[in-house]
């Protein structure tokens, strides 16, 4: 009977190497998973960033557009050339405004999408596993104090 004590010990260590390799790989499943969903998130952010520059972007130059004709409509109707002189300065004045909250708008835009999460909180889990280990190791070093 004494000789099986040995072999019960060694028995139960390999069970519980496996269990932790097994839960090893299974959190590994779970963040390359986890890693996945927020690929398909980002790229969704990236897709709708992009959509919602279009539309900005159109807007803009729907309404530079509007702006240019109204102007020009009224100074021919005052009589001036809207292409000469102050009246051309003004509605060139007006495309170069509009080129600039464009740039603006676009530097933005890419920074947004530059903006990667390049940090510790990102969802992947990474963080909690570190601090769940620390503690873990923290209680395993505490009762073998105690």
Request: glycine share 8%; no cysteine.
């Amino acid at each position: 009977m004494a000789q099986l004590a040995p072999i019960a010990t060694l028995v139960g260590t390999g069970a519980s190497l496996y269990g932790t390799v097994r839960q090893g790989q299974a959190q590994a499943a779970q963040t390359r998973a986890q890693a996945q969903q927020e690929a398909a998130a980002l790229a969704a952010r990236q897709q709708q960033l992009v959509a919602q520059q279009e539309a900005e972007a159109r807007n803009r130059q729907d309404q530079l557009e509007r702006t240019v004709a109204s102007t020009r409509a009224r100074l021919a109707a005052s009589g001036i050339s809207p292409d000469q002189g102050s009246a051309a300065a003004i509605t060139t004045g007006l495309q170069q405004d509009a080129a600039e909250a464009a740039q603006t708008s676009s530097d933005t835009y890419s920074a947004r999408l530059a903006a990667g999460r390049s940090s510790l909180l990102n969802n992947d889990g990474s963080l909690t596993t570190w601090l769940r280990a620390g503690n873990s190791f923290g209680g395993a070093v505490r009762s073998l104090l105690e």
